[in-house]
């Protein structure tokens, strides 16, 4: 049992306190060289976020000097030392307004304001802020406790993340956008908040000398930290809450449009799912099926039964940006659907005003090409001359092995047509 608790003990490697005291003391103050590179982090963080790179947000955490007067409130809690903890609550507040500043100005100032990933992800704390920021301050407390230090301080400063909700604190200030403002302002105070408490429980575990003789304010500052514990992890719970219900419903409207849409060889090539709007909606589009207002307001009806209440479904057809849009929606999530594919599309439609009138055709063209599947055929206009106008045969088809010069003259042969195009639709099902 002995060999247990020595083998975990912390006091095994563990620096001089008064040494330790002296390095934490001597990282609180913000004046000069601290508070240049403060602004330096500020910037390229804020750059980081506004170009949605994480490579650049990640150098900017490692850089900040922010780590310092967090830490010694923690030891300043620890010790009873009223002064340090002061001096660090001071400059911690000094940081953080330089901060706010800094960022908020580069925002104001930067052309590009658009609400990106990385920015986003600072919006929304939970519980799970709350565990990273305290696992992450016990990792770095220790560390500073160590005669060797190890490499675990830079993680602690990637893990923690101070930097980033300053930045979109600042955004939220620049854009007038408060909800942004706030969740960002939140998560940065409960990691400050658990950062400090992580340190506190290991400067009481180390048994660090107290600067006070008397009970009474240990008492004081244990029942003032379980009472600021409450209200930090409280909101928390339910921001976790709201995450797991915003998961549920994307879930459950994935599922829903696999089982409506996927499944019966509709092909979706645009698909956006609002959980924060209300009614709650889901957006897709398809690359050549058309609703009727009729199958629409069916579709509608079946979300409530699939677990999908105060939501609405639209459908995107016949929309004039819906290209761009689209397209826009395949970048961003790296989908393998073309402008070929959207071309494709826009052929369908044309050819739905000059369907051909044949019935047998569809029948011959299966029974002879056996693989061609989601086939459409018909007339569409040319202009090959400015002043002149004919019509042109197309059909377009998916499936492999299709001989398409016979294919080209049996049509010729069968429609007595000479002008015919064959295309084929290469998109994955």
Known sequence: MNFFFNFINLHNGEEKKDKVLDNVTSNISFRGSNLWILACAIIIASVGLNVNSTAVIIG?????????????????????????????????????????????????????????????????????????????????????????????????????????PLCTAGFGLATFNFSYFFGAFYLYTINCF??????????????????????????????????????????????????????????TAEQFIQKEFDNNGYTVIYKKINYHLNPRTIDVAFINKKFTPAEVEAYNKMLISSGLSNTKLNIRQNTSDLK?????????????????????????????????????????????????????????????????????????????????????????QRLHEENIEVVQNETKQ
């Not at 600072?122 to 990273?132: C, F, G, K, M, S």
């Not at 299966?366 to 055929?377: A, E, T």
């Not at 569409?380 to 045969?393: A, C, G, N, R, V």
């Open 60 to 164: 900017a955490m490692l850089i900040s000097p922010l780590m310092g007067p967090i830490v010694g409130a923690g030891f300043a809690l620890g010790t009873d030392d009223f002064p340090l903890l002061k001096k660090s609550i001071k400059n911690l507040l000094i940081a953080t307004v330089v901060s706010l500043l800094v960022s908020a100005v580069y925002f104001y100032l930067s052309p590009f304001k658009d609400v990106q990933s990385e920015l986003l992800a600072r919006t929304a704390p939970n519980i799970y802020d709350v565990l990273i920021a305290f696992f992450g301050g016990l990792v770095g407390v220790i560390a500073i406790t160590r005669v060797e230090k190890g490499n675990p301080i830079p993680g602690v400063a990637i893990a923690t993340a101070l930097m980033p």
């Open 194 to 251: 658990f950062i400090c408490i992580a340190t506190f429980l290991v400067v009481k575990y180390l048994k660090y000398p107290s600067s006070l003789i008397g009970n009474k304010y240990e008492k004081r500052i244990r029942y003032s930290i379980s009472f600021l514990m409450i209200v930090m992890i409280v909101p928390s719970f339910y921001l976790a809450y709201n995450l797991y219900n915003e998961k549920k419903f994307t879930k």
């Open 324 to 412: 761009s849009e689209i397209l826009s929606e395949i970048n961003k999530a790296d989908r393998h659907i073309s402008e070929k594919d959207i071309a494709i599309s826009q052929l369908r439609q044309q050819l739905d005003m000059y369907k051909i009138s044949d019935s047998t055709l569809m029948k011959e063209l299966q029974i002879l090409y056996p693989d061609m599947k989601r086939i459409s055929y018909g007339k569409i206009e040319q202009y090959p001359h400015t002043d002149s106008m004919k019509l042109q045969f197309v059909i377009i088809y998916s499936g492999e092995n299709i001989n398409e010069p016979q294919l080209k003259s049996w049509l010729r």
